[in-house]
């Protein structure tokens, strides 16, 4: 069983990792080069909604609901939904 938290870069997840993380609840850190990574692409998801760009299961349905605009008030709840 790994003692160690697991440090989230960004870069380097291995399947075996999430499966400690799962099965053996092993500790999670998550690296300052992480949060920017992920502050990084938050903005992305943010710009498209902010334009209304049609983006496959972000701001549009899925599979064949892919021509089907997502009302911006349900995006969140969407996102939710499909996890």
Do not use: C, H, K
Not at 9 to 14: A, E, Q, S, Y
Not at 26 to 36: H, I, T
Not at 47 to 53: F, M, S
Not at 54 to 75: N, Q, S
């Amino acid at each position: 069983m790994a003692t160690e938290p697991l440090l989230i870069t960004g870069r380097d997840l291995t399947p075996q990792a999430v499966v400690q993380v799962a099965r053996e609840r092993r500790q999670v850190v998550l690296s300052e080069e992480g949060r920017e990574r992920m502050a990084a692409a938050r903005a992305v998801v943010e710009r498209y909604i902010a334009d209304n760009r049609p983006a496959y299961g972000l701001t549009t349905g899925l599979g064949d609901r892919v021509v089907e605009r997502l009302p911006r008030e349900m995006l969140g709840e969407f996102s939710r939904l499909t996890v």
